[in-house]
């Protein structure tokens, strides 16, 4: 097959819809499959609105047999308060186009409109960033073609009614493109129950789920991380690897940690991950800074350190659809903490290998902080039930290969369709 991907970042950018497509556009070039990605120059996220984020060379380049077309972004100061009042205009596509936090690119959807090179399948990536998925479904229809999505919904707190995260990523503009989509891939059940209940037809959702490769996160050394972050090997590590923000639940970690400290408790704090300007600012006037080790971003020796540095990993995140860290962790034998939202309340199974407390209830969070590093014997009861649930249910052999027995179908039933028209 000769396959499109688009996406709104690629490695060496972080992220973990980056880091999937990224993976799966190795995969399927193993396979045989002729793979070409769309995406933006940015590096950093910021890149996508600020002029002085980072960024990488715009052009092509070739990787482990993989064509990557990095395009350079339309920025300039202003711009998102510039796309907000024009995303405002009642029209579908339009309104994906001008979302305010689109990597906006003219020469991605220039290309996207082209007929040639060949595909076969169009496959995009990621809410809310419509612009790159607007150009996967413009070069699928230029070209006669399927257009695959995952959506990677982020659906929030499941019970608040007017939750904002879930708000923004079902906007009527990104339901639009879920519709127009072929297949589309969901990570689980509860990401496939919001479709649906959504008007979504059932044989379009395909229930994946992402994997880990053990080899990748796992074998590091404990006393060398340990000694790098000046934590006594008897200390007690919670660790919090994502984009460092509100969103992803590290400023309602530190407020709960903050508690814990107050009353006593002994444990310290291990922060990995880009930072956001909104934890910046939380940070400038957080009080027990003491107690908190920031890593910043990680090699990838770094990362597997990480893991075997610490004893029990958080993420209580508002906006995640599945979060993969959390396999990392288990693959390390690490119990988990997450909030009982979006994806991370379809993966932790509560009081078996993780903890899950109510979204944005910082005093739950506190109390499960306490409990996990009070209780070394829990700790490792649910961290070994995450492990073995891991090797069973999270790997990424079978993730990828129905991902491309998807593509292969769908691809057979337009060419069978196109064959009968003729």
């Not at 996508?48 to 070739?62: D, E, I, K, S, Y």
């Not at 300039?76 to 186009?97: A, D, E, I, T």
């Amino acid at each position: 097959m000769r396959v499109a991907h688009f996406t709104q970042r690629y490695p060496p950018a972080l992220g973990g819809s980056e880091a999937y497509f990224a993976r799966l556009s190795r995969y399927l070039a193993k396979q045989g499959d002729e793979v070409t990605v769309f995406t933006s120059n940015a590096l950093d996220l910021e890149a996508f609105w600020r002029l002085r984020a980072a960024t990488v060379l715009a052009g092509t380049t070739h990787d482990e047999g993989i064509e990557v077309r990095r395009y350079p972004l339309w920025r300039f100061p202003g711009r998102r308060y510039l796309l907000k009042p024009l995303s405002l205009v009642p029209h579908r596509l339009w309104q994906c186009l001008t979302m305010p936090c689109n990597p906006v690119s003219w020469r991605m959807l220039r290309d996207a409109g082209r007929s040639e090179p060949r595909f076969d399948v169009v496959h995009a990536t990621a809410f809310p960033y419509a612009w790159p998925i607007v150009c996967a479904l413009r070069l699928a229809r230029t070209q006669g073609i399927p257009f695959l999505l995952t959506p990677f919904l982020h659906l929030g707190d499941p019970h608040d009614p007017n939750d904002p995260t879930r708000r923004a990523y079902t906007t009527p503009a990104l339901m639009a493109l879920i519709r127009a989509a072929d297949r589309v891939f969901v990570q689980t059940s509860g990401e496939r129950d919001a479709l649906l209940e959504r008007g979504i037809a059932g044989h379009k959702l395909i229930l994946q789920g992402l994997g880990v490769d053990a080899a990748e996160c796992t074998g590091g050394d404990r006393r060398r991380a340990r000694e790098r972050w000046d934590v006594g090997s008897d200390e007690v590590v919670i660790g919090h690897l994502a984009n460092n923000s509100f969103e992803k639940g590290t400023v309602d970690l530190l407020r709960a940690a903050e508690v814990a400290w107050r009353r006593g408790g002994r444990m310290r704090l291990v922060l990995a991950g880009p930072e956001m300007p909104n934890f910046r600012g939380f940070w400038r006037s957080f009080a027990a800074k003491a107690n908190v080790v920031r890593l910043g971003r990680l090699t990838d020796e770094e990362k597997r350190d990480f893991f075997a540095g610490i004893d029990a990993f958080a993420l209580p995140s508002r906006s995640d659809s599945f979060g993969l860290v959390l396999l990392e962790a288990w693959a390390n034998g690490v119990p988990n903490i997450g909030y009982r939202a979006g994806g991370i309340a379809g993966v932790i199974r509560h009081e078996e290998d993780g903890l899950l407390v109510p979204c944005g209830d910082v005093s739950a969070l506190t109390r499960a902080l306490e409990l996990l590093s009070g209780d070394r014997e829990l700790r490792q009861r649910l961290g070994q039930a995450g492990r073995e649930h891991t090797l069973h249910q999270y790997q990424w052999a079978d993730k990828l290969a129905t991902v491309r027995r998807v593509c292969a179908s769908v691809v057979a039933e337009w060419s069978n369709a196109s064959s009968k028209r003729r």
